[in-house]
């Protein structure tokens, strides 16, 4: 086990592009850590620079106190585990297994026996003279954690290695994984662009734009408070409400008549000051127009998506939309009148300029 320490990290590439752009961050002995973002925002490049797969341009790469910045991959003492698991085809699951520990010039018979006890665990003691191409997409999963686990690293990086699978098996996958690490207790770094997997594997998560990370903070803090405008957008199963209007007398006007309530926190702020106000689906409830009062926003039903054991309503006011997850069994008809009453400590303003940072009390 071991922490991990990337201080003023750079990637560029000769095209002057910047793939990691200015990285510091620290990862906790035995952490579980996501790297979180949407597609090109650096979150691969920043885990192979960490492995040794891609040159560091600028900065450091420590892992338990040892500076590993300019080391090969073979020595840095972690274990990567692809997207596409890269298993040797012509290879049975043994020596899939076995192969870091034959480059490591381990003897034939300790290879032999650390696979079948690392198989064992993994439920794929059946399975140990069989080939990639027999396995099914889970298999072959378990076989490439298996040879990642074999070799005993201090890190485990891990390279969206459920998305791949469909998707009842991909939950599945995740519960496991994440009951392995525990288990382990191994500091691992966990690529991925899906925000759910993120949420429920992780112990921290850092939220990723442009080679930047924009914000480092467990699952519920960056769901409860996102620290920009950018992870208000990407972080949640629904899209969060983001209105633009002015504070005036201590509420948020954003026209077509409706004035939006702020938190008591930020009832300070001076008139005039134009916002983003923010708050979760999940923090809005519903209540019937003819019991509107101030903090209740009184529309129509737009919209009535089914999640399953909830519904997303999204009812338009003033020219604006709201939405609101509401309980199984409460479902308006689009058309229906209804107002919303959004949690007030759970309102959020942001600054209406390019950063978009959150405003705090």
């Known amino acids: 086990m071991a922490t991990v320490e ?5 990637k560029q590439y000769p095209n002057g592009v910047r793939g990691v752009d200015g990285v510091d961050l620290t990862i906790a002995d035995g952490e579980f850590f996501a790297l979180l973002g949407p597609s090109g ?9 960490l492995a040794g797969l891609e040159a ?6 420590r892992i338990d106190d040892r500076d590993v910045t300019t080391l090969d991959p073979g020595e ?6 692809f997207q596409d698991y890269a298993l040797f085809p012509h290879m049975t699951v043994t020596e899939n297994i076995a192969y870091p520990l034959r480059i ?3 003897g034939k018979a300790e290879r032999a026996d650390r696979a079948a006890r690392t198989a064992d665990p993994l439920s794929l003691g059946q399975l140990l003279e069989r080939r990639p191409a027999q396995l099914s997409g889970g298999q072959q999963q378990r076989v490439a954690l298996a040879r990642a686990i ?3 690293p201090q890190v485990f990086l891990f390279d969206e290695p459920l998305s791949n699978l469909d998707a009842r098996l991909r939950l599945e996958a995740r519960t496991f994984l994440k009951q392995l690490q525990r288990r382990l207790g191994v500091t691992t770094v966990f690529v ?3 925000q759910a997997e993120a949420l429920a594997m992780s112990d921290r998560m850092a939220v990723m734009e442009a080679g930047r990370i924009r914000q480092v903070g467990t699952p519920r803090e960056v769901f409860q408070r996102p620290g920009s405008l950018f992870v208000a957008n990407f972080i949640g199963a629904t899209p969060m409400n983001l209105l633009e209007g002015d504070l005036v007398d201590g509420r948020v006007d954003v026209g077509g008549g409706l004035a939006l309530p702020v938190p008591p926190s930020h009832r300070h702020l001076p008139d005039g000051e134009r916002v983003v106000w923010g708050i979760r689906p999940e923090y809005v409830g519903a209540q019937g127009p003819e019991d509107a009062d101030g903090d ?3 529309g129509t039903v737009a919209a009535v998506e089914n999640l399953g054991v909830t519904v997303l309503v999204t009812v338009e006011a003033g020219g604006r939309q709201l939405r609101a997850v509401l309980p199984e069994g409460l479902e308006p008809q689009v058309g229906d009148p209804l107002g919303l009453r959004p949690q007030t400590d759970r309102v959020l303003l942001y600054r209406a300029d390019e950063d978009g940072a959150l405003i705090e009390p």
């Open 56 to 61: 560091a341009t600028e900065g450091f790469i």
């Open 76 to 81: 840095r003492d972690v274990a990567m585990v």
């Open 6 to 10: 990337l201080t003023d990290l750079v």
């Open 41 to 49: 925002c650096g979150k691969t490049t920043l885990l192979r620079t």
């Open 150 to 152: 074999a070799c005993h």
């Open 104 to 106: 490591q010039k381990v």
């Open 192 to 194: 991925t662009h899906d």
């Open 296 to 298: 209740v926003v009184a």
